[in-house]
């Protein structure tokens, strides 16, 4: 029997630097030898969706993503669950995935870590539409993304104001809109895994499988990808406040340094599973792509359910559950859940 490993490797050639290599291919062969790589330059979601089904049929040592997070996004639903792990060569625009498990941005580097084999397993969200890996928004943090994306699209002229200050844009972007959209709030629904439901006006939801989202902001400190828990991160509208918007900018800004756990207009909630209903159809991203627009959402945990290669100081004896929770959603209760004003609370252990 050969002991040469089998990759796929799936170039997105959209994503930020892959593009700018252009003996890419030639440097991934050499890096990931004397391994049998197959490579694919990724034409669409569905095509390397196809592929990866094949890879994890005739069990591919590895998958491996050559982008951002977007990329490996298309390929989770594929691979959750499964015996094959994800690989990542992180050239794109976000790579909060990758920078979790501190995967380099240098090629060879995040190569030699495939090539190494040690492997560990995070939990991923899944959603009815989509099942991501990092974070996903409904509100204010969508309404932004979107923003700049149609801005691009429609003007030359702002096109040209991004490539000058790269990923800032969102933060100007978001200032602007903060400061000058008409509205900004949306009423919600949400309800957990014991039925309890909570209304609420907020300016935006996060739903946090780390502690990072976008590279800057560290928006839920105490976020784990390894706790089979989901990390709500409630923005606020209060009532009658003074100042809102300029104290909603206040909070934003805190947000970065992950300072923003606390504060009266920010809550915290961690499930295993919850349930949002929105007075209107309003816009979901995960991985930082736009992922759905309807009026009801729900997320719930797949509790180690994404076999990574990670840096041999970071792989962790882990294995999957004994019963997968893929398509039983309440079958897995070995963490228990609370609902905490501050978020201080991390989710206790059942005894
Ligand atoms: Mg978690």
């Known amino acids: 029997m050969s002991s040469t490993k089998r990759f796929l490797v799936i170039v997105n ?14 440097r991934l062969r050499a890096a990931l030898g004397p391994a049998e790589v197959e490579l694919l330059r990724s034409e669409d979601a569905e095509h390397a969706e196809a592929a990866t089904a094949r890879a994890r049929q005739h069990k591919y040592d590895a998958v491996i993503m050559v982008g951002g997070d977007g990329t490996h996004h298309g390929v989770l639903d594929v691979l959750a669950g499964g015996d094959v792990p994800l690989g990542l060569i992180p050239l794109g625009t976000a790579n909060d995935l990758a920078a979790e498990h ?16 040690c492997r560990t ?15 996903g928004g409904l509100g204010l943090c969508t309404d932004v993304a ?13 096109h040209a104001f991004m490539r000058l200050v790269g990923g800032l844009i969102y933060q100007i972007y978001l200032v602007y809109r903060v400061l000058f959209a008409a509205r900004l709030d ?6 957990d895994d014991t039925g309890r439901a909570r209304d609420l006006d907020a300016y935006m939801l996060l739903f946090m499988n780390q502690a990072f989202l976008g590279s800057n902001f560290r928006a839920a400190p105490q976020a784990s ?52 209903r929105a007075t209107e159809p309003v816009a979901f991203f995960a991985d930082g792509e736009l992922v ?26 882990a294995r999957l559950p004994r019963r997968s929770n893929l398509g039983d959603w309440s079958a897995d209760r070995r963490w228990d859940r609370t609902w905490s004003v501050g978020g201080s609370q991390r989710a206790p252990r059942a005894a």
Do not use: M
């Open 121 to 135: 397993t995070v939990d991923l969200i899944r959603t009815k539409e989509k099942t991501f890996a990092t974070a």
């Open 225 to 276: 990808n390894r706790d089979g828990v989901l990390d709500v991160i409630v923005v606020k509208k209060l009532p009658g406040r003074r100042f809102e918007r300029l104290q909603l900018l206040r909070t934003v800004a805190t947000c970065l340094k992950g300072q923003h756990i606390g504060r009266p207009d920010v809550e915290v909630i961690r499930a295993q599973k919850v349930e949002v």
């Open 186 to 191: 949306y009423r919600f629904t949400l309800t």
């Open 13 to 26: 050639e959209q994503a930020g630097r892959c593009a700018l290599l252009p003996d890419l291919e030639a």
């Open 146 to 158: 979107l923003g700049v994306c149609e801005a691009r699209q429609r003007s030359w002229l702002f």
């Open 292 to 317: 759905a627009k309807t009026d009801r959402y729900t997320f719930k945990t797949l509790r180690r359910a994404l076999p990574l290669l990670v840096p041999k100081e970071r792989a962790i004896v």
């Open 102 to 117: 501190g995967i380099p941005q240098d090629l060879e580097a995040a190569c030699e870590i495939i090539r190494e084999g």
